[in-house]
Structure formats: C-alpha cells, structure tokens
Nanobody
C-alpha cells in the first residue's frame, strides 16, 4: 500500500523560504513521477511542480518558476520542494502526489496523495 507523508509546512514571512518533504513507501520509488500540488481555500487544487522517476526531468508552473525547486533522493524515497522568495499568494495546503508519467499537470493524472501540509505566508 502506497503511503505519502508530507512535512515541513509552517508560517513564514514574505520573502522567506521553506522546504517541504514527502516520504514515500509501498511502491518502487525510482520509476514513478512525483509532484507537488497546492490548494488555497475556495480554489481548485493546482499543479506546482513535478519530477521524473530518474530526476532528470522537471516541469514547473509559471507561477512559481524561478522560486520553487523540486528534487528527489531515491535512497531515502523522499521528494523535496524548496520554496524561496515566498509570497502571500503562495499560502495554501501543499500536497505530494505520485503518478505513472511525466507531463501531467492535472490532479487526475496522479494516483496517490499525501494528507497535505499547510504553508502560510504573511505579508
């Protein structure tokens, strides 16, 4: 059974940084695409960034390009989201997701989800 557990969320001032982690278990980690999505109150869940199984390919939403970076450590079955230059509009619950292929930016392309971690950016 696949399990994804996020951590690292919190409250930060605008301009600050946070690093989220997502620990995966129950699936061969190195062959699956991992992604981060986020959902603000009253809004749809939106794609943030994804990384291929090998780590050699990433896809990043325009809204966070140049500020957010995804990486993965296959030895630890963990994917990370480094968030820099945070803005109040980045405030949301951030979800880790696992899926079979790169290039998918909708939630329906991912099979497994974590419980989410809250990120709040104050102005």
């Amino acid at each position: 059974q696949v399990q994804l557990v996020e951590s690292g969320g919190g409250l930060v001032q605008a301009g600050g940084s946070l690093r989220l982690s997502c620990a995966a278990s129950g699936r061969t980690f190195s062959i699956v695409t991992m992604a981060w999505f986020r959902q603000a109150p009253g809004k749809e869940r939106e794609f943030v960034v994804s990384i291929s199984g090998t780590g050699g390919s990433t896809l990043t939403a325009d809204s966070v390009k140049g500020r957010f970076t995804i990486s993965r450590d296959s030895a630890k079955n963990t994917v990370y989201l480094q968030m820099n230059s945070l803005k109040p509009e980045d405030t949301a619950t951030y979800y880790c997701a696992m899926g079979p292929r790169m290039g998918t930016t909708t939630r329906y392309g991912y099979d497994y989800w974590g419980q989410g971690t809250q990120v709040t950016v104050s102005s």
